[in-house]
């Protein structure tokens, strides 16, 4: 969830505070929206888990990467 915050702060000029509780919402409605049963493998990317909590390790960089490389960077 921190690296979607940080994406926040840097891509969108959030404040840090703004920013935690964007990514916060952004991981509720993805996780609301994901079958219970795929929860377990995507919420880790997201820097969250299945239970809706935080994880220590997301990998939402190299999927945002992979997502841009399909539709190319607006960076």
């Known amino acids: 969830m921190n690296e979607i915050?940080?994406?926040l702060q840097?891509?969108?000029g959030l404040s840090p505070e703004q920013a935690q509780e964007a990514a916060q919402a952004i991981i509720g409605l993805i996780e609301s929206k994901i079958p219970a049963n795929l929860q377990g493998m995507v919420m880790p990317l997201l820097g969250g888990n299945a239970a809706g909590?935080?994880?220590s390790s997301g990998g939402l960089g190299s999927l945002l990467g992979s997502v841009e490389g399909m539709f190319g960077s607006k960076g």
């Open 10 to 12: 840097q891509k969108v």
């Open 5 to 7: 915050a940080e994406l």
């Open 53 to 55: 909590g935080q994880a």
